[in-house]
């Protein structure tokens, strides 16, 4: 905890941050990144032999192999978060998990599980994107800046 949040606490409060920092298990971080590697590297090694898959086997071009690839990669994960074992994935794997698109496919399925008791309207569709929106907002103001950014340079080169 910061030393400018820690004065705004009463020294009872202090105290218990204290005792409560000493009680955290340790995490072992370098087990962790091992296994979010080596887990992440497994899903993207699927979905490139998918990829050359669709190249091989159905004349796929290398710039449109990659869509049907992963629109497999998220139907799969979405079937294995309905059945909970992703779940478990995720729990031995930890950033791995997240990081390719079956992260995100897993977050959007998660949500929309967990919401379909409140319907398909309010619940499931409501609550779908909360935890994936602020990833879509964030990806669609990336790529607005970049391409801004790429206009500029275009623009500048050409003068």
């Known amino acids: 905890m910061s030393s400018k949040k820690n004065k705004k606490l009463t020294p009872i409060q202090q105290e218990y941050q204290a005792f409560a920092k000493e009680r955290e298990p340790k995490?072992?971080?370098?087990?962790?990144?091992v296994r979010a590697?080596?887990?992440?590297?497994?899903?993207?090694?699927?979905?490139?032999?998918l990829q050359m898959i669709f190249i091989k086997y159905f004349d796929f071009t290398q710039t449109t192999a990659g869509n049907p690839a992963t629109a497999i990669l998220i139907i799969t994960?979405?079937?294995l978060t309905g059945l909970g074992v992703y779940d478990k994935i995720a729990q031995f794997a930890g950033a791995g998990t997240i990081i390719p698109v079956t992260g995100f496919a897993n977050t959007v399925a998660s949500a929309a599980i967990e919401h379909r008791s409140?319907?398909?309207?309010?619940?499931?569709?409501?609550n779908m994107f909360k935890i994936a929106g602020p990833v879509i907002v964030y990806g669609v103001f990336s790529a607005f800046v970049v391409a801004l950014i790429k206009i500029t340079i275009q623009w500048l080169g050409g003068m």
């Open 27 to 33: 995490r072992k971080v370098g087990r962790n990144v």
């Open 118 to 126: 409140e319907g398909y309207v309010l619940g499931v569709g409501g």
């Open 37 to 49: 590697f080596f887990i992440g590297g497994i899903i993207c090694t699927i979905g490139q032999g």
């Open 77 to 79: 994960t979405v079937l």
